[in-house]
T-cell receptor, first 112, second 113 residues
Framework: QQQVKQSPQSLIVQKGGISIINCAYE??????FPWYQQFPGKGPALLIA?????SEKKEGRFTISFNKSAKQFSLHIMDSQPGDSATYFC???????????FGAGTTVTVRA | DSGVTQTPKHLITATGQRVTLRCSPR?????VYWYQQSLDQGLQFLIQ???????AKGNILERFSAQQFPDLHSELNLSSLELGDSALYFC????????????FGPGTRLLVL
């Protein structure tokens, strides 16, 4: 079963807009939550990651918000650009585990 | 470029055949992970090796096997191939045994006809 649930499946945003992708998990042992960006024909690339001891992490136009009590985390892409058009995966793992559990992915299309 | 290399880039084969996918991790990385990406199953963890030893197994079929060699490159062997094995196979590497900051290769696209 999918340990990390991701939504929406796809979204379209205008250039300059905000893209928001949400993920939820059940396993309270998860303590590391990375986001990966994947372009067609390429492998996933780490975009940004967060640990549950902080509620928000920002890197450039990308921000992760984390709600430990709700077991949810989200990726916000500010000032979305056409070059951000890609598939985004949230993932989760726990210390001592050896695998990433991925969400199903969200395809983001940024219209110029 | 993540520094992880995978060969071949594309592979077309027939049902019942056996193929070997190869992965070279980033310089200095001791862990190698294999993932399968398909339209219906998404990204699924298959297996992990750390410094030559198997560390974890995920949803890997018995027809599939892997190994990591002393020079740290890894091979994923897929045998008795079925149509449903058609997918993208990714290798990732990380510095240590932890899963943090995995760097993914460009993948091998396998098509079973």
């Amino acid at each position: 079963q999918q340990q990390v649930k991701q939504s929406p499946q796809s979204l379209i945003v205008q250039k300059g807009g905000i893209s928001i992708i949400n993920c939820a998990y059940e396993n309270t042992a998860f303590d590391y939550f990375p986001w990966y960006q994947q372009f067609p024909g390429k492998g996933p690339a780490l975009l940004i990651a967060i640990r549950p001891d902080v509620s928000e992490k920002k890197e450039g136009r990308f921000t992760i918000s984390f709600n430990k009590s709700a077991k949810q985390f989200s990726l916000h892409i500010m000032d979305s650009q056409p070059g951000d058009s890609a598939t985004y995966f949230c993932a989760a793992t726990s210390s001592g585990d050896y695998k990433l559990s991925f969400g199903a992915g969200t395809t983001v299309t940024v219209r110029a | 470029d993540s520094g992880v290399t995978q060969t071949p880039k594309h592979l077309i084969t027939a049902t019942g055949q056996r193929v070997t996918l190869r992965c070279s991790p980033r310089s200095g990385d001791l862990s190698v992970y294999w993932y399968q990406q398909s339209l219906d199953q998404g990204l699924q963890f298959l297996i992990q090796y750390y410094n030559g030893e198997e560390r974890a197994k995920g949803n890997i079929l018995e027809r599939f096997s892997a190994q990591q060699f002393p020079d740290l490159h890894s091979e994923l062997n897929l045998s008795s191939l079925e149509l449903g094995d058609s997918a993208l196979y990714f290798c990732a590497s990380s510095v240590g045994g932890s899963t943090e900051t995995q760097y993914f290769g460009p993948g091998t696209r396998l098509l079973v006809l």
